[in-house]
């Protein structure tokens, strides 16, 4: 696909992105909210900068891989994936419905474009490390990505990931780190502290390169080639407020996994409409 | 009778019938397979010798993934490896490997349709002396519930090649159990295999002993020993537990009219659960089930542990004796 390198347009992409995750939550009605709208800065830069791919071939054999681990959040995936032109995005109002490709979790063979099933939560990134160890055996240039949640990180197969990884020094694989400090019974700092996680992932042999992960310039300076390092794999931790763009769902973890009724709902899109239009007006960041 | 077709081992009987484990014919599949397509990998969490992953890893130390003591990590990296087009083998102990990743293989290898091999070693009761924990005696049941998973239990240590190579073949997730004991050998390399293809290898009219793994040869021995009272039994041995092979099973119950199944498994869940569910919906007729009795193992030698579990040939003729009580009471 062609990359889009004007940031502004980009912006503007992840602001569509946003509030097709609230029409098709709100549709839905039920879903997670906060996750999704977060993590479309991330999303938006894989898919219409940072990866090779080509919609209208899900399948081809020189794309790059992402595997989203957290599942739950995705909306954005889905989101992403219709305005990037692998399905109609219309089809993003049959979210989590009776025959659906949208299924509540993703489910690779229900819909091109998904790498793999995911949901339950901390066994994405060995699948990244299976692809990145593969792709390697047969000297393919591919690059994996691996979207991983903060509240994941208390699985103890993302540690055995990360050792796994680290050990094989697969540089072909780029771990990003949604970092939004929330999950679902609570802060993550109470309900399991993962700080100084920075700290941990350099003391386990990664380079580690920690972004705001709703500011568009650092994200793409992040996962550009020029940031990766030979025989080591990167972790990009992106800090980020969940529930970005909608006020009332910022950084409250109670928004983790609900959708808006349809009054919050009209409240989301106005308040995005409104990013929308600092954003046409150059004035956003 | 024996089964001719069947090329037994001509002295079946005999009292020096050679030996071998099951594992050892994983190691010698993964080595076939390994030589033929260059997709092959194994991958193994820190037992690489006792499961035998060690002859592929020798041979082929480029395609040998160590992994460490991490089960769930082995089945999710291989889901990976998977998606880029290899085909994993992932070994470790049957607890551990499907016991602690089931959920794993469940969602990233069975609903996602992968194709990975597990092979669980050292399962059964006869793992003997490390006891209760090292001894798997639920991975049938674990396996047998997903969807789209192949479930295979050979018999000798011929028949465990022949399976491994087989499940290489398919384009599927598969689990192949495996035992840590010396078994006796007494099929060849031309004794038929086929997946979801159980086969006669006696054939009699009384009752028919469904049987996998190395009690195969417990049911045949009950089988002689039962012929000494009057008693013909048919025995089939039913390596695919999933897909089960309904048609031979029904074609020989139809025959007999009573069941008794063996396994080194829990009698729920297993092959006796497969076979029991077939035919109380098809076909229904008295059965028993040989197996552990709801219950865990503990440390023992293995000879001494088939005793007191109750699976030895004498426990498949007290069976097949409460089989036919059944039956004839009816
Ligand atoms: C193995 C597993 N256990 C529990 C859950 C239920 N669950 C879904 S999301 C979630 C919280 C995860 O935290 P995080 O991904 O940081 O949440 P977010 O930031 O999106 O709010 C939990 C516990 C799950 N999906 N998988
Ligand atoms: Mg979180």
């Not at chain 1, 906060?34 to 090779?52: C, K, Q, R």
């Not at chain 1, 793999?116 to 393919?140: E, F, I, K, N, V």
């Not at chain 1, 808006?260 to 929308?276: K, N, S």
């Amino acid at each position: 696909m062609k990359k889009i390198k004007d940031t502004r347009k980009l912006k503007l992409i992840a602001n569509k992105i946003r509030q097709d995750i609230i029409k098709s939550l709100t549709e839905a009605g039920s879903g997670h909210s906060a996750g999704p709208l977060g993590m479309a800065d991330v999303l938006t830069a894989l898919y219409f900068n940072v990866m090779e791919h080509d919609p209208k071939n899900p399948g081809w054999g020189k794309r790059d891989y992402f595997v989203l681990s957290n599942g739950h959040i995705c909306p954005v995936l889905y989101a992403t994936l219709a305005n990037a032109g692998y399905f109609p995005e219309a089809e993003l109002m049959t979210l989590r419905k009776l025959g659906s490709r949208l299924q509540g979790h993703p489910h690779r063979a229900a819909l091109p474009g998904l790498e793999t099933t995911s949901g339950p939560l901390g066994s994405g990134l060995s699948q990244a490390a299976g692809m990145a160890y593969g792709l390697r055996m047969d000297q393919r240039p591919n690059r994996v990505f691996c979207l991983t949640s903060d509240g994941e990180h208390n699985e103890g197969n993302i540690w055995e990931a990360v050792l796994f990884i680290a050990k094989n020094k697969l540089d072909n694989l780029t771990a990003i780190l949604d970092r939004n400090y929330i999950q679902i019974d609570g802060n993550t700092e109470d309900v399991m502290p993962l700080d100084p996680v920075k700290e941990k992932y350099l003391a386990f042999n990664w380079n580690v390169i920690e972004i705001d992960g709703n500011n568009m310039e650092e994200i793409l300076t992040a996962l550009s080639p020029a940031k990766r390092l030979s025989g080591k794999p990167a972790m990009v931790i992106a800090r980020n407020v969940p529930g970005k763009g909608v006020s009332f769902m910022e950084n409250n973890y109670e928004w983790h996994g609900k959708p808006p009724t349809q009054e919050q709902a009209e409240i989301a899109l106005a308040e995005l409409e409104y990013w929308r239009e600092k954003i046409v007006a150059g004035e956003e960041q | 009778m024996t089964n001719k077709k069947m090329y037994l081992i001509d002295d079946l009987y005999g009292e020096n019938i050679k030996q071998a484990p099951t594992r050892d014919g994983y190691g010698n599949g993964l080595v076939a397979l390994g030589e033929a397509d260059r997709n092959v990998v194994v991958l193994c969490a820190d037992l690489t010798d006792s499961t035998r992953s060690k002859y592929f890893a020798d041979k082929f130390p480029d395609r040998f993934i160590e992994i460490g003591v991490a089960e769930q990590n082995m089945v999710t990296v291989a889901s990976g490896l998977a998606a880029v087009g290899k085909i994993p083998f992932v070994a470790s102990y049957a607890t551990f490997c499907p016991g602690r990743c089931w959920e794993q293989i469940r969602t990233t290898i069975c609903y996602n349709d992968r194709n990975v091999k597990i092979a669980g070693a050292h399962a059964g009761i006869s793992v003997g002396p490390d006891g209760a924990t090292h001894q798997a005696l639920e991975d049938i049941a674990l396996m047998r519930a997903l969807p789209n998973m192949v479930v295979v239990v050979p018999c000798d240590a011929n028949e465990a090649k022949k399976a491994t190579i087989a499940v290489g073949k398919i384009k599927k997730p598969a689990y192949v159990r495996f035992t840590r004991e010396k078994t006796p050998l007494f099929t060849t390399e031309k004794t038929p295999f086929q997946l979801g293809k159980a086969e006669v290898y006696r054939d009699g009219k009384d009752v028919t002993i469904i049987a996998c793994g190395s009690l195969v040869y417990q049911a045949l021995l009950a089988a002689k020993e039962l012929e000494k009272d009057g008693v013909e039994a048919t025995v089939i041995n039913c390596h695919t537990i999933k897909p089960l092979d309904g048609k031979t099973i029904m074609k020989a119950v139809r025959q007999t009219g009573a069941v008794v199944t063996v396994e080194e498994h829990q009698i729920t869940g297993g092959l006796g659960g497969a076979v029991a569910e077939y035919l109380s919906e098809n076909y229904p007729v008295p059965l028993k089930r040989v197996g552990v009795q709801d219950r865990f193992g503990e440390s023992g030698a293995p000879d001494e542990l088939l005793k007191k579990f109750g699976l030895t040939y004498t426990d498949i003729m007290e069976s097949v004796k409460n089989a036919l009580r059944l039956k004839n009471e009816r």
